[in-house]
């Protein structure tokens, strides 16, 4: 059980300001109601079967870190970032449009990427998001490329899995020696399809990023605290940052094999009501559900009449 293990620090939620906690919740429930909606979609067959990597379970820890880097509150903002697949939340946390994720999604040529990039592939240039090119780990190489070229601070994300590759720990090793501007984050749900990492690796990602010169930490998917963490590392770039999440869908698809071991969307929500929220909470989880609802009920129109 990794529960017991990754708990954020008590009370930190109180340190922040009411405004940026309900950012934070805004951004979580654009994120989650765009996935169960494609979640929907593709069950009911409304789009195409196709390869789909679903982000729930780790919007907690994408709206935080859209919150704290570079900038708080700024949205929409241009933010080079680097994902590879399962990176819908962090498309859409910087206030890249829906409405163009979607297109995408459906293969349509007004998408993101031009109904070319798929899932696995999404762009939005005009806030910073570089799609990937389908080799594991690559995206890390190029972001750290692009970051020393520009000197623009540079978000690079990547899974549990792909941060074993040569691509990563040479691209790590680059960043520290040459002081790229790059916040490296590790989405780690434990899993690489369905293979734990205890069976992969005997070492740690944090551990190999201290080794190679920058700042490291081992975090939990607690928004607050990774909000907090953040803050603190962005100016000490390059840094890294394994956050440990539950992905509550398949690898890939829609598919669900049980529960996940801790539910960060309840415990967030609760965290709030806690924090005497409540009333707040349920217009930003009614509205933003009631909006991505509206935007996918074209998807019963034919297409056709949407291109």
């Excluded at 993101?112 to 890390?140: L, N």
């Excluded at 890294?240 to 698809?253: Q, T, V």
């Excluded at 217009?283 to 949407?306: C, F, G, Q």
Aim: net charge neutral; with cysteine.
């Amino acid at each position: 059980m990794r529960l017991a293990k990754f708990k954020g620090p008590k009370d930190l939620a109180k340190t922040f300001s009411k405004e940026v906690s309900l950012e934070l919740f805004r951004r979580i429930c654009l994120c989650r109601n765009f996935e169960l909606n494609v979640k929907r979609a593709i069950s009911g067959k409304k789009i195409p079967r196709i390869f789909t990597y679903l982000s729930l379970g780790q919007e907690s820890a994408t709206s935080a870190i859209s919150l704290s880097f570079p900038d708080t509150m700024t949205w929409p903002s241009f933010v080079p970032r680097f994902g590879q697949h399962r990176c819908h939340d962090l498309y859409l946390c910087y206030g890249a449009s829906p409405e163009k994720l979607r297109d995408e999604l459906l293969g349509l040529p007004i998408g993101c990427a031009g109904g070319m990039g798929g899932s696995a592939s999404i762009h939005s240039p005009e806030t910073g998001m570089f799609g990937h090119d389908g080799h594991m780990g690559t995206q890390v190489k190029i972001g750290v490329g692009y970051a020393l070229g520009s000197g623009l601070k540079t978000l690079i994300v990547m899974g549990d899995a792909s941060a074993e590759e040569g691509y990563v720990l040479g691209a790590l090793g680059e960043a520290a020696s040459k002081k790229a501007p790059t916040l490296f984050v590790c989405m780690d749900n434990n899993l690489s399809i369905l293979t734990e990492v205890k069976v992969r690796r005997s070492w740690t990602m944090s551990d190999e990023a201290k080794a190679k010169g920058m700042p490291a930490y081992d975090v939990p998917d607690d928004p607050w605290f990774i909000m907090d963490c953040v803050t603190k590392l962005k100016d000490k770039l390059p840094a890294f940052l394994n956050i440990h999440y539950c992905r509550e869908l398949w690898h890939e698809g829609p598919g669900c094999d049980g529960p996940p071991e801790w539910n960060r969307y309840e415990l967030v929500k609760t965290q709030l009501i806690f924090l005497g929220l409540k009333s707040e909470v349920e217009m930003i989880e009614n509205s933003t559900a009631h909006y991505i609802e509206n935007l996918w009920e074209d998807v019963l129109s034919p297409i056709k009449e949407r291109v």
